[in-house]
């Protein structure tokens, strides 16, 4: 069974950074594997943010490119979202996701960013 552990959500102000991170434990976690991250602000979907695969290639939605970057860390199962030049519309409930031999989630961490 795999594990998703996020962290580092907050309150930023609007030009700040906040960096996620999540790692991953289970059997079936050891990393590389695809991982990314999702988000979901109140009212719309849930959309992909940014994604990792597992040999390291990135891409991100054009709404963050350029400010977000994305990482892993193999030998420490974790997947890094550096997220700089906030804007309040960055505001949502992220959520980490690795891919076995299925979909598996984080809990959602909360990101709100203040004009």
């Known amino acids: 069974q795999v594990q998703l552990v996020e962290s580092g959500g907050g309150l930023a102000q609007a030009g700040g950074s906040l960096r996620l991170s999540c790692a991953a434990s289970?059997?079936?976690?050891?990393?590389?594997?695809?991982m990314g991250w999702y988000r979901q602000s109140p009212g719309n979907q849930r959309e992909l943010v940014a994604a990792?695969?597992?040999?390291?290639?990135?891409n991100y939605a054009a709404s963050v490119k350029g400010r977000f970057t994305i990482s892993r860390d193999g030998a420490k199962n974790t997947v890094y979202l550096q997220m700089n030049s906030l804007k309040p519309e960055d505001t949502a409930v992220y959520y980490c996701?690795?891919?076995?031999?299925?979909?598996?989630w984080g809990q959602g961490t909360q990101v709100t960013v203040s004009a």
């Open positions: 990792i695969s597992g040999d390291g290639a990135s």
């Open positions: 996701y690795l891919i076995t031999s299925t979909a598996n």
């Open positions: 289970g059997r079936s976690a050891v990393l590389p594997k695809d």
